[in-house]
């Protein structure tokens, strides 16, 4: 145990900053390292298993890792996306700050330095180089957060094309009175291909139903110390550019989606961050959106399971999200019409153990082997650029057209598509409307990921407004569809007389909802309809 207050630890002070900024071709050291947890009570066999399939140079080290991680009381590290940590192995004690980087999941820009004691020494850092907050830090301010105790197990192993370090970790992390197991092996490239990761993990998954480990020690650390609280995660921009041919783009997509799904995999089992299942399914559609272009585009037939796969995750996830849009949007909405004599309490006890099932669902999902293989088989694809592979040779040349060709053929597709199927909207049938629906959703996933080509252009946010309206009323149209069998599931599993009074409400209300909102929608769809894509 530790002290979380500033006596009993004693940081050592910056009398000056003599590091100089790195040049422009300099980069930072980069840390890149692939985790997969163990379930505890395997932890020993698997460890003995995985050494024996290891082509490893030795028998390797074990080593005792004591480290205590530093923030200031109101945690402007955390916020500044930095960890501060020392760490004693045997009598040294090495002192390290990690940064998220921005070109990978995998990666993460690291400094380190050697230091004398169980605390910090801020003038050993190359804080200009590390940037805000350190270069303006009172390092007096510094506390402990969190500790860890590990026992590690390393060796250094021989793969093709990568010198891969295998971590095996066990111990806890520890937080005040409460504490947490650490049971996990890391697998961090020391030299050659980030591929070598993920194909390495694959080849230990086939022993052992392993997890991808999307927090870091750190991550787990802050968690316990009710420091950070999981939050979904949004889409960010896609960062693909003008000059960008269609090869690069590819993986800076893919890549885009792949950092969405992993970043929302731990708030997505939390029925308390009702936003994680969502913008996890966002991920996935946007994903199965870009692998549906790009087989329509290059074939890519490497790429078909990975669509499959994408599709059958969200599909297992959809329960989830739509009790939770029911609980947390239906139902709500309902209590705040104050609808005379109808009490919705009721309703909403009777809907929670429907969702409490839903996510143990979720959770059992995002632990199977299966979706795990898949998560890494992504990180693979993206790394090897596997499109490339059993694709014609005239369509091999699309992979070096400029990115703004593919942008443009792709969307005016879609778009031409869409219209299509919307033609007579006011008479279409609620089918035709979903599948409208669902190409609205792929235009709206694939303008985003073009988006950064057309920054500038003055037509594109009106065009986006308007496709956003149309998709709220469209989908507000589908929540109702989903909550009729929702209530239906309600209805069979209770007889109390109250909750089927709120039954009906719901859907007395939702009907007047649907006629009221009827030419609100057709104007939607005719505004949308008015605005061909980037018109001005």
């Not at 499959?308 to 609980?327: C, D, H, M, T």
């Amino acid at each position: 145990m530790f002290s979380f207050g500033p006596k009993g630890v004693k940081v050592a002070s910056v009398e000056t900053i003599t590091d100089k900024p790195r040049t422009s071709e300099q980069k930072p050291p980069v840390e890149t390292e692939l985790k997969l947890l163990v379930a505890v009570e395997r932890f020993a066999a698997f460890r003995e298993s995985a050494l024996q399939r290891l082509s490893a140079r030795n028998k390797g080290i074990i080593r005792r890792l004591d480290a205590i991680y530093f923030d200031t009381p109101d945690h402007a590290l955390f916020d500044a996306g930095l960890t501060l940590r020392v760490r004693r192995t045997g009598r040294s004690f090495t002192q390290t700050v990690k940064r998220m980087a921005s070109n990978g999941a995998l990666s993460r820009h690291e400094w380190e330095t050697p230091v004398h004691a169980m605390a910090p020494d801020l003038g050993s850092l190359p804080l200009l180089e590390i940037g805000p907050p350190f270069d303006k830090l009172d390092p007096q301010l510094l506390v402990p957060a969190f500790a860890t105790n590990v026992r590690r197990h390393a060796l250094m192993v021989d793969v093709p094309g990568a010198q891969i370090e295998v971590a095996f970790d066990d111990g806890k992390v520890e937080a005040g009175a409460w504490q947490q197991p650490i049971s996990e092996v890391e697998l961090e490239l020391k030299q050659g291909r980030p591929a070598a990761l993920y194909e390495l993990g694959l080849s230990l998954m086939e022993t052992e139903p392993l997890r991808l480990g999307v927090q870091t020690k750190s991550d787990r650390g802050y968690a316990l110390a009710c420091i950070k609280t999981p939050k979904a995660f949004k889409a960010t921009q896609s960062g693909i550019g003008r000059d960008d041919i269609v090869d690069d783009a590819i993986a800076a997509l893919l890549g885009n989606c792949h950092q969405q799904i992993l970043a929302n995999l731990v708030p997505a089992e939390l029925s308390e961050v009702p936003d994680g299942v969502h913008q996890l399914r966002v991920g996935l559609r946007r994903l199965r959106t870009l692998l549906w272009l790009l087989r329509h585009e290059i074939g890519a037939p490497a790429l078909a399971s990975l669509e499959a796969e994408a599709k059958q995750l969200a599909s297992n996830l959809g329960p989830a999200r739509n009790w939770e849009v029911f609980i947390s949007s239906t139902i709500a909405n309902l209590e705040t019409v104050e609808l005379e004599d109808i009490d919705f309490s009721g309703l909403r006890m009777a809907a929670h153990p429907f969702r409490d099932e839903a996510y143990v669902k979720v959770r059992e999902v995002l632990a199977s082997p299966g979706v795990n293989r898949f998560l890494l088989s992504l990180g693979l694809v993206i790394e090897q650029r596997n499109w490339r592979n059993d694709i014609s040779a005239g369509t091999l040349g699309i992979l070096s057209e400029p990115v703004g060709k593919l942008g443009a053929r792709v969307l005016g597709r879609i778009e031409r598509k869409a219209l299509k199927l919307g033609r007579h909207f006011r008479h279409l049938e609620p089918g035709q409307r979903h599948k409208v629906r669902i190409t609205l959703k792929k235009l709206r996933y694939a303008l985003e990921f073009f988006l950064p080509l057309y920054a500038g252009h003055g037509a594109t946010g009106k065009y986006l407004k308007r496709l956003s309206h149309l998709q709220d009323s469209l989908g507000a149209e589908n929540d109702i569809a989903t909550s009729r069998e929702l209530l239906h599931q309600v209805s069979e599993a209770t007889t109390d007389p109250g909750v089927h009074r709120a039954i009906g409400a719901v859907a007395g209300w939702q009907r007047c909802y649907q006629i009221s909102k009827a030419d609100q929608l057709l104007s939607d769809w005719k505004n949308f309809e008015r605005q061909p894509l980037f018109s001005d």
